[in-house]
């Protein structure tokens, strides 16, 4: 059982960084691919990045290109979402996500693994 756990969360302002990192308290991550999602109030669960099972292929929205970088790292069996020059569209709660088709999907419904989410606030 894959079991997801974020952290990192909170308040930053416009223009500042935030690392949002995920790990499972089950079963390694090393064979799953892993995907981030954000909801904002009001909005539906959408897709912000996420990476293959080996790290080898990466998927951003563009609303994120160029800001947000994604990694994993199999031996501390972690996930980490490097956000820069934050915005305040930015802000939503940040849910981590895992497929056992290991690649770097962007569809929510191929997600079958999800954490609790961390709360994500850019100030203006």
């Known amino acids: 059982q894959v079991q997801l756990v974020e952290s990192g969360g909170g308040l930053v302002q416009a223009g500042g960084s935030l690392r949002l990192s995920c790990s499972s308290s089950g079963r390694s991550l090393r064979n799953y691919g892993v995907g981030w999602f954000r909801q904002a109030p009001g909005k539906e669960r959408e897709f912000v990045a996420a990476?293959?099972?080996?790290?080898?292929?990466?998927n951003y929205t563009d609303s994120v290109k160029g800001r947000f970088s994604i990694s994993k790292d199999n031996a501390k069996n972690m996930v980490d979402l490097r956000m820069d020059s934050l915005k305040p569209e930015d802000t939503a709660v940040y849910f981590c996500?895992?497929?056992?088709?290991?690649?770097?999907?962007?569809?929510?419904?191929?997600?079958?693994?999800w954490g609790q989410g961390t709360q994500v606030t850019v100030s203006s």
């Open positions: 990476i293959s099972w080996g790290g080898g292929r990466t």
């Open positions: 996500a895992a497929t056992y088709l290991r690649s770097a999907t962007m569809r929510t419904d191929q997600y079958g693994y």
